[in-house]
């Protein structure tokens, strides 16, 4: 499946960071779906397969972005999705929490739109 047949799944539970996220990938012909829960985050990896990476939101309600990552590592239908982690904690060691949680890569809020579209190009 060439990269551009992938969908990018947006996991984060706020609209704006959605719409933001929705609108730098639309931007560059991406397919992309988007969810507020990392719940249903989980559901539309287990029934679209299409899905070849995954911007997670760390800080969410509920069940936050580093349990579902380990959910999706320890998982046999799709342990291998890249997990890009987005997230508004900038602090020291934020980066390596997100790495041993199992994300591929790691970037910042506010999104350094060319840092984002790097790492999609590498792990997509």
Known sequence: ???????????????????????????RKYRYVSCTTAAEGLQILRTNKTIGLVLMDMMMAELDGYETIRIIR???????????????????????????AGANGYI?????????LDMIEKWL
């Open 74 to 100: 320890a998982s046999t239908e799709y342990p291998d999705v890249p997990v890009i982690a987005v997230t508004a904690n900038a602090m020291s060691g934020d980066r390596e929490k997100c790495l041993e």
């Open 1 to 27: 499946m060439d990269k551009k047949e992938k969908t990018i799944l947006i996991v984060d539970d706020d609209n704006r960071n959605i719409f933001a996220l929705e609108l730098t990938l639309k931007a």
């Open 108 to 116: 910042s809020k506010p999104i350094n739109v060319d840092q984002l």
